[in-house]
């Protein structure tokens, strides 16, 4: 089972960037959709956005369309987001994990068709 490794969090004014990274251990990586989800205290986590296997298709939470943008890299195993023009609103915990299914796209992001969850890295915004 791959395992992943979230990084790139940190504190950050509001309308600032960062970028996410989302490294994976195995090479099955590369037959997975992948996804991006957050948790705000009190909240429950949820979808940010996907990234098929082949970097042909991704899928935005209305919430962030338009200003974060998800890559990947197959030949590092690692995913990126790359989050633009920053709100308070987007101050969670950033979690990365594989699709359940091999060469398939989740144009939802459904928690639950998921796996194989990172630990997460703190994103906070400043008003």
């Known amino acids: 089972q791959v395992q992943l490794v979230e990084s790139g969090g940190g504190l950050v004014q509001a309308g600032g960037s960062l970028r996410l990274s989302c490294a994976a251990s195995?090479?099955?990586?590369?037959?997975?959709?992948m996804g991006w989800f957050r948790q705000a205290p009190g909240k429950e986590r949820e979808f940010v956005g996907t990234?098929?296997?082949?970097?042909?298709?991704?899928y935005y939470a209305d919430s962030v369309k338009g200003r974060f943008t998800i890559s990947r890299d197959n030949a590092k195993f690692t995913m990126y987001l790359q989050m633009n023009n920053l709100k308070p609103e987007d101050t969670a915990v950033y979690y990365c994990?594989?699709?359940?299914?091999?060469?398939?796209?989740?144009?939802?992001?459904?928690?639950?068709?998921?796996?194989?969850w990172g630990q997460g890295t703190q994103v906070t915004v400043s008003s």
């Open positions: 994990a594989t699709g359940r299914t091999p060469f398939s796209d989740y144009p939802r992001g459904r928690v639950t068709d998921f796996r194989s």
């Open positions: 195995g090479r099955t990586f590369n037959n997975y959709a």
């Open positions: 990234i098929n296997w082949s970097s042909d298709s991704t």
